[in-house]
């Protein structure tokens, strides 16, 4: 397991449009980083040298094991087959969205109030869920970075009901070079959701924050 | 090769008011027809079922197109393949290809058109399996010859011969990709050549793109294929005009796609970035768009640049003298910047 002089190893699940990116900055941080689709690796060992060199592809069982934080960057509409056991005990990063007008009617996220995380959570009973990166694109991800105390560094949120999962998330963040808005539940991570005013938004702290409370004023 | 391509927008009258489907279907006619007559070497359309795009049928267009002109060539930026039948997409470019005299191409990609998917009765779900397997057929239709085909999302083809035969080989087919590594090594995988949609953020940070599709094409055995860069912008005769026709219309027009994607909408700020060094956007005078052209075919290891010109609510006569200038003073400086 982690000690304090090394860094949590991460698994990213996913190596679509997003997965390699979040994989690349975060082995730019300085984290181990493993990569798995849903089938074998060597399906994916050309995108990962090209796209996020360093980082190892793997199987996903044999990623997730060796992890301390998983990333889920999988099509929403791919969850509801997604196996729980999978992930069990892990700390997951949940960064998908719902939005049917362009993904599709997804049964398990439509039928309920719940904010799209928190079904991700329910399902995934015996992980921990942390919501976050969610609402930057992949395609801005790489050139948002900045060093910590940059006037212009933008903010991402990190949403999550269990208070040591989110510190680690947010240090992952920052590592990578964002600041951090915390929220201290999932259901208050719906303020990231799509439709709302900080998705797809270059914000600064102040500005993220204000735009939050905005929202939920 | 310096190219045009369009989604069809719907322009509006010196007043200011929408033109009908149908001028807007006439004008595009006129444009193509114009970037013929100024040396540019393509001018596509891309697919599209909206009261803001009414491009539905891009093929008919471009035959008109190709009665009407002698050089350029012609083809779809993109085809939305998942939702069509590409028995039918090879059919109708193929007679493209016959009434041109050999100037057709087909771009096939998911575009940013979602629309097509309800309106076709496919889920977007799916989209994955249908593009994959329908990408296969086309292929397979390209080489020309009878052809076999079993999947899950047409009917099976059993020695069939499809017609219009072409007359010298294949016509040129690219995949367009946004941001997917799998549409990439697909691409290669069939033997398609590489577009690279761009239109926000830095063209740089396609590079990877480029190369994993070279990759790949030596992994699969297969000989180095083009790349090619699509992006919107605007040319006028100063820098301060091209940003001040194109910022209001592009702010209307990504404001309704925010909307239905979910996005915040963009301020003025990231327009500014967008269009400066950096970014996807390609607004100025003809001098600063073919600089920045040259610079990102080479970062990119591109040699095709297709500028996706008209943005909603712009005049007719804007985007004439948008083409006028990105054929007459773009495109002969890009290839002295590239010489
Ligand atoms: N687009 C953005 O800017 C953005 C930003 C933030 C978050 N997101 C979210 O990121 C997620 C992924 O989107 P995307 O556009 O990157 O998707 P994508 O390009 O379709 O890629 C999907 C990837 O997920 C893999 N996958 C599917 N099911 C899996 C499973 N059970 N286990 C492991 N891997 C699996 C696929 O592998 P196979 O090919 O082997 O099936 C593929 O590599 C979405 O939920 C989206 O909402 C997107």
């Given amino acids: ?217 | 090769m310096l190219g045009l391509d369009t989604f069809g927008d719907v322009t509006h009258d010196k007043d200011d008011r929408p033109l009908s489907h149908a001028q807007t279907i006439r004008d595009i006619v006129e444009q193509g027809v114009l970037a013929d007559q100024v040396g540019l070497d393509f001018f596509g359309i891309g697919e599209h079922h909206t009261d803001d795009f009414p491009l539905s049928a891009a093929d008919v267009v471009l035959g008109a197109i190709a009665a009407r002109t002698s050089r350029i060539r012609l083809g779809s930026a993109v085809t939305v393949l998942s939702s069509d039948d590409p028995v039918r997409v090879f059919q109708r470019y193929s007679t493209l290809n016959a009434i041109s005299g050999g100037r057709a191409e087909v771009i096939l990609g998911r575009g940013s058109s979602i629309d097509s998917f309800p309106l076709f009765g496919y889920d977007l779900a799916d989209y994955e399996e249908l593009f994959e397997e329908k990408v296969g057929l086309f292929a397979g239709l390209l080489k020309g010859g009878p052809v076999t085909w079993h999947g899950n999302t047409r009917a099976s083809l059993v020695d069939q011969d499809v017609v219009p035969h072409t007359e010298s080989g294949p016509f040129p087919a690219w995949i367009g990709v946004g941001g997917s590594p799998q549409s990439v090594i697909r691409a290669a995988n069939y033997g398609y050549s590489l577009m690279l949609a761009i239109i926000g953020g830095s063209p740089a940070r396609f590079a990877p793109f480029s190369q994993l599709f070279q990759r790949a094409l030596k992994q699969f055995g297969k000989a180095p294929l083009p790349v090619g860069v699509h992006s919107p912008g605007h040319v006028a005769a100063t820098d301060e005009q091209a940003r001040e026709e194109f910022w209001p219309r592009y702010q209307e027009v990504i404001r309704r796609v925010s909307r239905t994607r979910g996005f915040a909408v963009p301020t003025k700020e990231s327009f500014e970035y967008e269009i400066g060094p950096r970014g996807a956007l390609y607004v100025g005078s003809p001098e600063t768009v073919a600089r920045k052209i040259a610079a990102n075919l080479t970062a990119l290891g591109a040699t095709r640049f297709d500028l996706k010109y008209a943005m909603g609510g712009l005049s007719h006569e804007a985007l004439m003298s948008n083409i006028e200038l990105y054929g007459t003073v773009v495109a002969p400086r890009v290839r002295e910047l590239l010489a």
Wanted: charged fraction near 20%; proline fraction near 6%.
């Fill in chain 1, 1 to 217: 397991m982690t000690t304090p002089d090394s860094l949590p190893r991460i698994a990213v699940l996913g190596a679509g449009h997003t997965g390699p990116v979040i994989a690349r900055v975060a082995l730019e941080a300085g984290y181990p980083v493993s990569i798995a689709a849903s089938g074998d690796p060597d399906r994916i060992a050309l995108i990962t040298q090209v796209l996020a060199p360093g980082a190892e592809a793997r199987w996903a069982a044999d990623a997730v094991r060796d992890a301390d934080i998983v990333v889920l960057a999988i099509p929403l509409h791919r969850f509801p087959a997604f196996d729980p056991d999978l992930v069990a005990g892990k700390l997951v990063v949940d960064t998908m969205n719902y939005w049917p007008p362009t993904d599709g009617v997804q049964e398990l996220f439509e039928a309920t109030s719940l904010g799209s995380s928190e079904v991700v959570a329910r399902r995934l009973a015996r992980s921990t869920v942390v919501k976050t990166l969610n609402h930057i694109g992949y395609h801005e991800l790489d050139e948002g970075r900045r060093p910590a105390g940059s006037a212009d560094r933008r903010a991402l949120g990190v949403a999550g009901d269990d208070p040591a999962a989110v510190q680690t998330v947010a240090g992952v963040i920052e590592r990578i070079g964002y600041d951090v808005v915390r929220l201290d539940s999932l259901a208050a991570g719906r303020l990231f959701e799509p439709g709302g005013a900080v998705f797809g938004a270059s914000l600064t702290r102040g500005e993220f924050q204000q735009a939050l409370g905005a929202a939920a004023a």
